[in-house]
């Protein structure tokens, strides 16, 4: 079993920064793609960014290109996401998900075998 501990969300100013981090334990990390989604109120589950096992290749969503950056430290056991230039429409919970069936990024939900259990993040304008 995994466990996935999502932390650094909260309310920020359009423009603002935030870091979300996501604790794993359970399983060899390493051996996981690790991705971010989001969901926010009455719309569907969403890919926002994926990082491949040895951190090597990142893929975004159109919408995050640019200001968010994912990362992981595979002998911390955490990937991260850093949330730039944030904006009101990127409000929602984010989840970050592991992947221990492939060694591509896949950006559907079904792929990913374990979730956190999400981590609000709020930007006012």
């Known amino acids: 079993q995994v466990q996935l501990v999502e932390s650094g969300g909260g309310l920020v100013q359009a423009g603002g920064s935030l870091r979300l981090s996501c604790a794993a334990s359970g399983r060899t990390f390493s051996n996981a793609v690790m991705g971010w989604f989001r969901q926010a109120p009455g719309k569907e589950r969403e890919f926002v960014a994926g990082i491949r096992r040895s951190g090597g290749i990142k893929i975004y969503a159109d919408s995050v290109k640019g200001r968010f950056t994912i990362s992981r430290d595979n002998a911390k056991n955490t990937v991260y996401l850093q949330m730039n230039s944030l904006k009101p429409e990127d409000t929602a919970v984010y989840y970050c998900?592991?992947?221990?069936?492939?060694?591509?990024?896949?950006?559907?939900?079904?792929?990913?075998?374990?979730w956190g259990q999400g981590t609000q993040v709020t930007v006012s304008s």
């Open positions: 998900a592991a992947d221990f069936s492939r060694a591509i990024i896949s950006i559907t939900s079904r792929a990913y075998d374990y």
